[in-house]
């Protein structure tokens, strides 16, 4: 399967102007032969907590990206704001070349270092959906810090994707936990992150991508643009040539915990 990375420059809070230059990145991804086009999390806003301007309880922002999912014969997964009846979510949600909505996952660990908890409320589900050949599991961010819900999503997901407004100040734990998520639960991890300075924070860029032995199959960088990775389902031959995944007491650590 063809995966587009798109690595953008959030212009903070301005959700028309990046939508029209998600749209460019959507149409050359999908001349580039790319399946799935991915964007980062909160693709449209950057990571506001004024959910009062940013969220939405009218799919505006989906029925756009159906349009483009539509005319372009390409799935796509972005990240956007939700209105609840208390607070807003952080979502993350995946259309079909249909502009079908084929995934809605709720970000699990709000990060509270950045107040986020005070607006938004965690999700409690993984989701998990199939599409060119892959089962698929989206998190979102901060949750990558949390291994225990990677372990279940890799139950079944072959592919993890990781969609982040991850700063540039802690560039090595990005790098760093991505590629151990890869090797822990034996698949294909790709972390798509924005870059340059969004609400006047500084972002690292270098999305990339790991193999499910950990190794690093694609480094975007720092600039924005887009990167096209092509990758085979050859995550069961990787677990049937070191089972790990065989001796783990799920029971255990419950008790533990």
């Not at 952080?90 to 709720?106: A, C, F, H, M, Q």
């Not at 986020?116 to 993984?126: L, M, P, S, T, V």
């Not at 802690?170 to 590629?179: G, V």
Request: hydrophobic share 35%; with cysteine.
């Amino acid at each position: 399967m063809k995966i587009g990375i798109c690595q953008t420059k959030i212009i903070f809070e301005n959700k028309r102007e990046n939508i029209e230059k998600a749209k460019d990145f959507i149409h050359k991804a999908a001349e580039k032969g790319a399946d799935m086009v991915l964007f980062p999390e909160m693709s449209f806003t950057g990571f506001s907590m004024n959910t009062a301007l940013t969220g939405e309880k009218d799919n505006n922002t989906v029925n756009s990206m159906r349009r483009q999912a539509k005319e372009n014969g390409i799935a796509i997964g972005f990240g956007r704001t939700a209105l609840t009846d208390s607070k807003a979510e952080n979502r993350y949600t995946v259309l079909n070349k249909n502009g079908d909505i084929i995934s809605e996952y709720s970000k699990i660990h709000p990060f509270s270092y950045s107040n986020e908890d005070k607006y938004f409320q965690g999700g409690n589900n993984i989701t998990l959906f199939e599409y060119g050949g892959f089962k698929i599991s989206p998190f979102i961010c901060y949750d990558l810090r949390f291994p225990e819900i990677f372990q279940s999503a890799s139950k079944e997901a072959e592919l993890i994707i990781v969609p982040a407004n991850w700063p540039a100040i802690r560039s090595e734990h990005w790098k760093a936990l991505l590629k151990a998520r890869a090797i822990e639960n034996i698949c294909y991890v790709i972390g798509i992150n924005c870059t340059g300075t969004s609400g006047g924070i500084e972002y690292i860029g270098e999305s990339c991508a790991y193999s499910p032995d950990g190794k690093l199959l694609y480094n975007m960088g720092n600039d924005e643009g887009i990167g096209i990775i092509d990758i085979e389902n050859n995550v069961a031959a990787f677990r049937k040539a070191f089972p790990t995944k065989k001796d783990r007491r799920t029971e255990l650590y419950k008790k533990l915990i």
